[in-house]
């Protein structure tokens, strides 16, 4: 299987440091960073310090409820997708994580923070 060409490496990393900036603001406007290390959590808009409406309680309780899971599954995406763009600095981008054969430009184009080969993908994971 062939290596990745330059523009096609060039392609792929500035479309997972797109979409890294646009997971970060769609964290941000469903949760809040909890630490240095990059960790999140849901929250929702608060209402601190004000004496609230328990109808307003109870929103914001449902927003919680949407967003906590929400926020998990965005940072996971997140951090697959800076450990590629890691990989890329380090010059193992596009290998897979199980046999270290190179993945196919074809599924890196589809997901470009692909972890593996179509061969051992896991049932989670969408094959393309």
Not at 61 to 75: F, S
Not at 93 to 105: A, F, M, Q, V
């Amino acid at each position: 299987m062939a290596k990745l060409q330059q523009h096609e490496m060039e392609e792929l990393r500035e479309r997972l440091e797109t979409e890294k900036v646009d997971l970060e603001d769609e964290l941000s406007s469903h949760g809040r960073i909890l630490n240095d290390a990059g960790d999140w959590e849901g929250s929702s808009a608060g209402f601190e310090g004000q004496e609230s409406d328990p109808n307003d309680v109870a929103d914001q309780i449902e927003e919680l409820v949407t967003n906590v899971p929400l926020v998990a599954e965005l940072e996971e995406r997140h951090i697959d997708v800076a450990e590629a763009i890691e990989k890329i600095d380090e010059g193992v981008y596009g290998l897979c994580e199980e046999c270290s054969e190179p993945i196919p430009y074809a599924r890196l184009k589809a997901n470009p923070a692909a972890r593996t080969c179509i061969e051992h993908a896991d049932d989670e994971e969408e094959v393309v």
